[in-house]
């Protein structure tokens, strides 16, 4: 709601003379009439209409101050937006191979820190389509592209270790991915890789995966996770003699193709980022964010809508109760 002429409104102030001048009458104006006993008069009951002939000025004031809003003109506003963007595809791929269980990221392993920073990223995001590839000996899409990030969250969660292997097919991945992209016709389409080993599974080299994606003018970051030597990895092991299974917790080494990971991302132009702690994780993420927006224009348009009519109106019925009043019922004789 706005006023068209709002400095109309002064006009409001009117109101202080005319209650001067009504006060000003109410004291001095008495008018009298000659009897000769007023024993008779001083003992009647006052009436309800001279105790309410105060509402004349009531009326009065407020039927003006209604008019002058209706002067005012008061207006309601309508807003059309008109949003167009230049999106972004994204495609995160996520490593869910049995070397993710390491817990060099206290208190959880770095599956589930991944999970917590991924549902964030996804978090920030409003216009972009994005989908979700994990991978181990295999891979397969968890979720197509999409802008329903509330089940796109779900599958998120929802990811846990599949075929339990220590087996990474990072090429076979990032074919996944780039499938899942090269019918996109967004501006912009994104990989971002994500794994804590090496490429030792799959018949399709990284390399040759990546130069394939950038040449269907895809994006690949990649980010390495995990500390570098020797990290503590729950294992599955089994009894030869009961066949009962335990789980223990084992020093293995750390096995990061940083080089191959390095030479991805500069093959189809995106950028490699080594993560060796959960805060780290979640700043490279915070990172691919901020390069990775998309561009969107928002037009808007307003018009307005006449309201002075129901002030109009109700402004002048009033005074014209006034009025009526006035010359009736609170009319003063002489």
């Known amino acids: 709601m706005r006023f068209k002429?709002?400095?109309?409104?002064?006009l409001l102030l009117f109101w202080i003379p005319m209650l001067w001048t009504y006060i000003r009458r109410e004291r001095h104006f008495k008018p009298a009439i000659r009897f000769s006993d007023l024993t008779v008069l001083k003992t009647a009951p006052v009436s309800f209409f001279v105790r309410a002939r105060h509402i004349l000025i009531v009326l009065r004031c407020i039927g003006f101050g209604l008019l002058v809003v209706a002067l005012a003109r008061p207006q309601k506003g309508?807003?059309?937006q008109e949003v167009s963007t230049e999106g972004v595809d994204i495609m995160l791929t996520l490593d869910i191979s049995e070397s993710m269980r390491a817990l060099d990221f206290q208190p959880d392993n770095r599956l589930e820190v991944a999970k917590k920073t991924?549902?964030?990223?996804?978090?920030?995001?409003?216009?972009?389509?994005?989908?979700l590839v994990v991978f181990a000996a295999r891979s397969f899409t968890k979720c197509p592209l999409t802008l329903d990030y509330n089940v796109l969250d779900q599958f998120?969660?929802?990811?846990?270790?599949?075929?339990?292997?220590f087996q990474t097919a990072i090429g076979t991945a990032i074919a996944t991915a780039a499938n899942r992209l090269k019918e996109s016709s967004a501006k912009s389409k994104v990989?971002?890789?994500?794994?804590?080993?090496?490429n030792n599974a799959g018949e399709i080299p990284p390399l040759a995966a990546a130069k394939a994606a950038?040449?269907?003018g895809m994006k690949i970051h990649t980010i390495g996770v995990g500390k570098k030597g020797k990290v503590p990895i729950p294992v599955q092991v089994q009894n030869p003699f009961t066949g009962q299974v335990k789980q223990q917790v084992q020093m293995m080494d750390s096995d990061l193709d940083e080089k191959t990971l390095q030479e991805i991302a500069q093959t189809s132009g995106g950028t490699f980022f080594r993560a060796q702690s959960a805060e780290k994780l979640a700043d490279i993420y915070n990172q691919i964010d901020k390069m990775e927006k998309t561009e969107i224009k928002?037009?808007?348009?307003?018009?307005?809508?006449?309201?002075?009519?129901?002030?109009?109106?109700?402004?002048?019925?009033?005074?014209?109760?006034?009025?009526v009043l006035l010359n009736s019922r609170f009319r003063r004789i002489p």
């Not at 002429?5 to 002064?10: M, S």
């Not at 037009?299 to 005074?319: D, R």
């Open 214 to 216: 950038a040449a269907l």
């Open 118 to 131: 991924i549902r964030d990223f996804i978090h920030k995001r409003s216009t972009d389509r994005i989908g």
């Open 298 to 323: 928002t037009t808007i348009y307003t018009s307005f809508e006449e309201k002075f009519y129901p002030w109009l109106w109700a402004g002048f019925i009033l005074l014209m109760l006034e009025l």
């Open 191 to 198: 990989i971002i890789l994500l794994t804590d080993g090496s």
């Open 156 to 165: 998120v969660s929802e990811v846990t270790f599949t075929d339990f292997s």
């Open 5 to 10: 002429d709002p400095w109309l409104l002064l």
């Open 78 to 80: 309508h807003t059309d």
